[in-house]
């Protein structure tokens, strides 16, 4: 099951909304005859690759995969009849699907047929991996991940907004690497007029993320490179209802603009989150500026956390620091990683954490 989990995750950035699933197949007497992975959304499933390559040395042994066969129709047929067709007599399984069409459905389906079906092996590791699916799944928003470079004092620019570059080189490719299997990247409208930034992946990866602004006054400039390049790679910009014509220029030129609900505050990150989620949007990368961190903060919208530390220091009061927004009262209060990790990314600290993990939960490798 290890080997399928590994298997599995080869379809990160380019299964979503899907789940990533990897499978192998053993003969009757305990040999690796076939592997596979879900290779991408709308492909052929991870158990129909690896029995393919098993082909009749499955019959009477055993298929091991991350998460229940499907059952139903959709982009492809059932899994449950390629796994019945071939003749194994057992399926191992780490997980259920909840997803609605399967849900209990596939596991029920074999054992109709005489196959022998157990689930729960190396369940929590499967739903690590899928976390992101299964909260989508349940409820309706996407995984959010926050991503900042910092300096060694926790600021994210100068006093005078300058901010290229904190993090060096590899800390750069990392972030372009994440770029790349997202659905989304998301700033605020103070990110669009300090920093200008493009957002896309460089180099491509599996995935082209939309580039999201949120503005609820609708007052972003009239030139800058996401607007230059709408056309090239989607841009989508969150304005508060009534502000749509400010917008009319970057409509114009091939920006989407939608409107959300909005308080004092700003924009409604539950609204936000819940447009994304209605796209079937997956992960979503929020890079920042402290403003909108802040609001993802106070919405405790967080579930995983990228923060590069560079080994510098440039003081100021009035520099930008990391998170603005109106934070909790007491460090009782505080939102708190349950894995969190370091390593190093060049000459700076790749923190790693994660929320949906109770603290102090052990990381199984950095993925
Ligand atoms: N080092 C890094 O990793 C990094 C990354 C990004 C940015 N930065 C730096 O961060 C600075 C920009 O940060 P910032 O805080 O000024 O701007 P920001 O967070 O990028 O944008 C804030 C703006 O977003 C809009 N917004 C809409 N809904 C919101 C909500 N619910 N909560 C908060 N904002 C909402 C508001 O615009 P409206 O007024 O139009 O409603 C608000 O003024 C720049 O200096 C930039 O260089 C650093």
Known sequence: MRRALALAAQGRGSVEPNPMVG????????????????ERFGGPHAEVHA????????RGGTLAVTLEPCCHHGKTPPCTDAVVASGVRRVVAATADPFPKVAG???????????????????????????????????????????????????????????????????????????????????????????????????????????????ASGRLPERCRLRATAREAPVVVFTAAGHEAALAGWAADGAEVVALPAGDGGLSVDAVLAELGRRRMTHVLVEGGAGVHGAFLDARAVDELHAFVAPVLVGGAHATGVTGGLGVETMAAALRAGEFAAEMSGADVYLRGRFDAPPGTAVPGLQ
């Open 51 to 58: 029995l393919a390559i098993a082909g009749d040395h499955a």
């Open 105 to 215: 459905g596939g596991v029920a389906r074999l054992r109709e047929a005489g196959v022998e079906v157990e689930v729960g092996v190396c369940e929590a590791e499967a739903v690590r991996l899928n976390a992101a699916y299964l909260k989508l799944l349940r409820t309706g928003r996407p995984w959010v991940h926050l991503k900042w470079a910092m300096t060694l004092d926790g600021k994210t620019a100068t006093r005078t907004r300058d901010s290229k570059w904190i993090s060096g080189e590899e800390s750069r490719r990392r972030v372009h690497e994440l770029r790349g299997v997202v659905d989304a990247v998301l700033v605020g409208r103070g990110t669009v007029e300090s920093d200008d930034p493009l957002l896309t992946a460089r180099p491509p990866g599996p995935r082209t993320a939309a580039r999201v602004v949120l503005t």
């Open 23 to 38: 499978a192998v197949v053993l003969d009757a007497g305990g040999a690796v005859v076939g592997e596979g992975w879900h």
